[in-house]
């Protein structure tokens, strides 16, 4: 199954994309931050196929978090 968010290398790219509506953006988010992507024995690290390393679950709840105007951690 393709992964939606395999175009993005970072959460913040799919939170701060001006193309996309927040719905959309949670959705992918959401999906990023599922099993589907997380990397073995590793389940708080998910890694875009085009990514060069991991991406903490951490980063993907930050980017969902700057969608409702809290912090979140700078890349």
Known sequence: MSQPFS???H???VAHRPSHEPGGKR???AF???DSASVRNKPALGKPPRARRAVP???VLA???SL???EARST
Request: proline share 5%.
């Open 63 to 65: 980017a969902l978090r």
């Open 7 to 9: 175009r993005f290398l």
């Open 57 to 59: 679950v951490e980063d």
């Open 32 to 34: 990023w931050a599922s």
């Open 11 to 13: 959460p913040f790219y």
């Open 68 to 70: 409702d105007g809290g």
């Open 27 to 29: 959705a992918l988010l």
